[in-house]
């Protein structure tokens, strides 16, 4: 079955800090990757996603993710983490079974000190 | 702006009351989804609909209802059944039936049992 591994459930960086969630997948054929981001209270915003092509992506508010077949892997990176960056983070996979539907991981709450 | 809205933003629910969750969307999206968040848990899925008049169930469906007999309307019921209905509601919907291009989310609805 697909699923995604989401290691460390809080990560604290420090303003400027590299940010790098891990995001770990399990899927039998090609994946559809993830990576939404959600604020206190509020729903879920697309950050980037993968399908085919380029394995280096990038999306909104300076992240960009890798996805690395051979290790399973689409890690979410920043260069430079800002204080409007903590919030909680999830990774998701398509489900390739029946109707398509995405599989969450538990989620990254990232925390950003001044 | 197209968009999914959920309303209430917050609702309280007593013992044995059954309450009702609205979302809506102007997207033309022809798939919904009604997820649960609960911390640490990520979001598990209560029910699902691809086309108008069909739904299914989730993982959790459990002390819930959906319907949907309109294309831009998927509310949800938590009924008295559902023994611990404190938690975060999300909405979701997604083009056609696939998830390559991954959900649009609503804000959520916080509800609290009383």
């Known amino acids: 079955a697909q699923s995604v591994t989401q290691l460390g459930s809080h990560v604290s960086v420090s303003e400027g800090a590299l940010v790098l969630l891990r995001c770990n997948y399990s899927?039998?054929?090609?994946?559809?990757l993830f990576w939404y981001v959600q604020y206190p209270n509020q729903g879920l915003q697309l950050l980037l996603k993968?399908?085919?092509?380029?394995?280096l992506v990038k999306g909104i508010n300076g992240f960009e993710a890798e996805f690395k077949k051979s290790e399973t892997s689409f890690h979410l990176t920043k260069p430079s983490a800002h204080m409007s960056d903590a919030a909680e983070y999830f990774c998701?996979?398509?489900?390739?079974?029946?109707?398509?539907?995405?599989?969450f991981g538990t989620g990254t709450r990232l925390l950003v000190s001044p | 702006d197209g968009g999914i809205t959920q309303s209430p933003k917050y609702l309280f629910r007593k013992e044995g009351q059954n309450v009702t969750l609205s979302c809506e969307q102007n997207?033309?999206?022809?798939?919904m989804y009604w997820y649960r968040q609960d911390p640490g848990q990520g979001l598990r899925l209560i029910y699902y609909?691809?086309?108008?008049?069909?739904?299914q169930k989730g993982d959790i469906a459990e002390g819930y209802s959906v319907s949907r007999e309109k294309k831009e309307s998927f509310p949800l019921t938590v009924t008295s059944a559902q023994k611990n209905p404190t938690a975060f509601y999300l909405c979701?919907?997604?083009?056609?039936?696939?998830?390559?291009?991954?959900?649009?989310f609503g804000s959520g609805t916080r509800l609290t049992v009383v």
């Open positions: 979701a919907s997604t083009i056609g039936g696939t998830a390559n291009y991954g959900y649009t």
């Open positions: 993968y399908t085919t092509g380029a394995t």
């Open positions: 998701a996979v398509r489900l390739n079974t029946g109707f398509q539907k995405l599989v």
């Open positions: 899927s039998s054929v090609p994946p559809y």
């Open positions: 609909s691809q086309i108008v008049n069909d739904f």
């Open positions: 997207l033309n999206h022809d798939a």
